[in-house]
């Protein structure tokens, strides 16, 4: 009697679901702009985006001029943005709003343009190309609604985006110092503790622009030995003033001792054999 129940439900929900779809495709064939409106938002409200955007991206042409296209737009942009296509959804977004400007949805288009981009934003060791443009579609959305509802999740966004961004040229800098590119990897590191004075990797990063210096001083010829372990030497200190605590200090003060070792060693040679080329 079970086993009769079960195909009975089987075919029945099979049956149901199949009526279903064959109402969707005649839907789909429909030249009534009304019922097809209707349906679409039927469907969204159900929480079924893929049909009710695919409904919706037929509709919105033909539904110019009248009033119904405001709310099909938005709702076509959402239903992108609800299935993960965050690129289309950004795209969709931006167009409502440049569509319908004085639209009382406008503000809330223009944050979900913004969360579509910071939902696009790939992994810190990808290219950040895509990051930059969050973070600055972010700031727009705050500069233009100061007091908006979505104001505290927009700083959220931004914030986590600014440590995304801060751990990709951490690692560049540090991808630089792995590799052996010495002079590179200083480089970087300054242009790190310029850009993220507060970050949480200056530490790291002050005792890896030392390492790469020192690395750096000891690699090159004598004509130039000079200015870099200087330079060395400048760098240790400011280290030791700013992290007296610091877990490497050791290995600064190992580095530290020997630049000086170095230059005083420098001091003995001919003159004509330290000088600056």
Known sequence: MRFFRS??????VGSLSL????????????????????????????????????????LIPLLKGRPEAEKA???????NFKQRNY???????????????????VEEASFLRARSLFRDSPGYELDQTNTITAVETIQDFLNT?????????????????QKKLETKAFQS???YYLLRYNQAAVTAFKGFNTQYPGSAYAE????????????????SIETKQRERFVDAVAFYQGFIDTYPQSKSLRAAQAMYDDSRAELERLKKLPEAQTAAK
């Open 7 to 12: 195909i009975s439900l089987f075919l029945l």
């Open 204 to 219: 790291q990063a002050d005792y890896l622009r030392l390492s790469a210096q020192y690395a750096w001083a000891k690699e």
């Open 173 to 175: 800098a540090r991808l």
């Open 87 to 105: 690129v289309l959804s950004a795209y969709y977004f931006k167009q409502f709003v440049d569509t319908y400007p004085n639209s009382p949805q």
């Open 73 to 79: 737009q938005f709702y076509f942009a959402n239903t």
């Open 19 to 58: 009526s279903a779809c064959t109402g969707y495709q005649k839907l789909l064939k429909s030249a009534n702009v009304n019922e097809k409106y209707a349906a679409a938002i039927k469907y969204y409200d159900k929480g079924d985006f893929f049909r009710a955007g695919t409904l919706l991206e037929e």
């Open 145 to 161: 609604y100061p007091t908006s509802q979505f104001r505290v999740e927009a700083e959220g966004m931004s914030q986590e985006l």
